[in-house]
C-alpha cells in the first residue's frame, strides 16, 4: 500500500529501527525490492533521484512505479530524491509521489529554509511529505573530503532549521558520501548523538553503501530513521547480469539474476536496519 515519508517513519526512533530507501532505476531493480520487502514484512521507501533522471523522465517513474507500490502487500512510499530544483520536487508532488527530498545543502542557510518551507507548504496539501538536508554528504570523495568540518551537521542548525521549516525528516552530514568508498568511511558517531538529542525529526542517513553492519546499527541506535541505499544494489545488478552473461545472452535472459541480486542485498540490509517484520 502506498504511504507517505511520515507515516513510514513514526515509529523508528522509538522503536529502534530504521527503514531503507532503495534508489531504483529499471523495473527490475524495483521488483527486487518489493519481493525483499513482502519476504520480510517490512515497510520501504523506493523511487529514482534528480541526478539518475535520464531519458526516462519523472512522469515515466511515476508510471511505472505507482501501480506497484499501491498494490504491494507492505507500507510503500514512493520517494523523490534529492531534488536540487524546486520546480521538478513540485512535479513530482503533483506527480503523486508520497515523499520529496529537497537538497538544497548547497545554498545559504536562510535560502534553505525558505524554500525548504514553500515546498512543506505545497507537499503537506497533497498528502506528500518532504526531507530535506542540513550540512552537506559529499560525493564519492576520499574520506578526507567527506571529514571536512564545515560539512558537518551543526546540532542548534538542525533544531533551527527543522521548526522553521517545517520538513519531515532531516538528511544530515555526519561523515558519509555518496558512491563508491575509496577507503572506509569515519562516523561521527558524537555528531549524530548531538543532532539527535536536540531535535526529534526523524533524521536520515545518505551514502550508505559501504558501511559495515557494525556502522549501521550503531547509527540507527544513535536515531537514524532512515538510510538511503544506490549504489550496492546498483553493482549488486550489474555484477549479477555480468557472471551470466554468454555470447547468446539477452537482456531477458539477464534479468532474473539482477532480479535475485537486488532482492537477496535489500533483505540482507532490511534485516540490518531491523525493519524486518515492521510492516
Ligand atoms: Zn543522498
Not at 129 to 143: D, F, L, R, T
Not at 198 to 224: K, M, N, Q, W
Not at 235 to 246: D, V
Request: charged share 20%; with cysteine.
Amino acid at each position: 500500500m502506498l504511504v507517505t515519508l511520515s507515516e513510514i517513519l513514526r515509529d523508528t526512533r522509538k522503536k529502534g529501527y530504521a527503514v531503507g530507501l532503495f534508489n531504483c532505476v529499471t523495473l527490475e531493480m524495483m521488483a527486487g525490492i518489493l519481493e525483499a520487502a513482502e519476504a520480510l514484512q517490512a515497510p520501504v521507501l523506493l523511487g529514482p533521484a534528480e541526478s539518475l533522471l535520464g531519458p526516462v523522465s519523472l512522469a515515466d517513474y511515476a508510471d511505472l512505479l505507482l501501480g506497484p507500490a499501491r498494490r504491494a502487500r507492505v507500507p510503500v512510499a514512493l520517494h523523490f530524491d534529492h531534488g536540487f530544483t524546486p520546480e521538478l520536487v513540485e512535479e513530482a508532488i503533483s506527480l503523486g509521489f508520497t515523499s520529496v527530498m529537497y537538497d538544497g545543502s548547497m545554498r545559504p542557510f536562510a535560502e534553505n529554509v525558505r524554500e525548504t518551507a514553500r515546498l512543506v507548504k505545497i507537499a503537506h496539501a497533497a498528502g506528500c511529505s518532504v526531507e530535506a538536508e542540513i550540512g552537506h554528504v559529499g560525493s564519492n570523495g576520499s574520506a578526507e573530503d567527506a571529514l571536512s568540518k564545515s560539512i558537518y551537521t551543526q546540532p542548534e542548525e538542525a533544531l533551527t532549521f527543522a521548526e522553521q521549516s517545517g520538513c519531515d525528516a532531516l538528511a544530515i552530514a555526519i561523515g558519509t558520501a555518496h558512491g563508491v568508498y575509496r577507503e572506509a568511511p569515519r562516523l561521527n558517531l558524537d555528531v549524530l548523538s548531538r543532532v539527535s538529542a536536540a531535535c526529534e525529526t526523524p533524521l536520515v542517513l545518505h551514502g550508505g553503501s559501504g558501511l559495515s553492519d557494525e556502522d549501521f546499527r550503531a547509527c540507527i541506535a544513535g536515531g537514524i530513521s532512515k538510510i538511503n541505499i544506490f549504489t550496492s544494489l546498483n553493482l549488486a545488478a550489474a555484477r549479477a547480469a555480468h557472471a551470466q552473461f554468454t555470447a547468446t545472452s539477452g537482456a531477458f535472459e539477464l534479468m532474473p539474476s539482477a532480479i535475485e541480486a537486488v532482492k537477496a542485498e535489500t533483505m540482507r540490509l532490511i534485516r540490518v536496519f531491523g525493519s524486518d517484520g515492521k510492516a
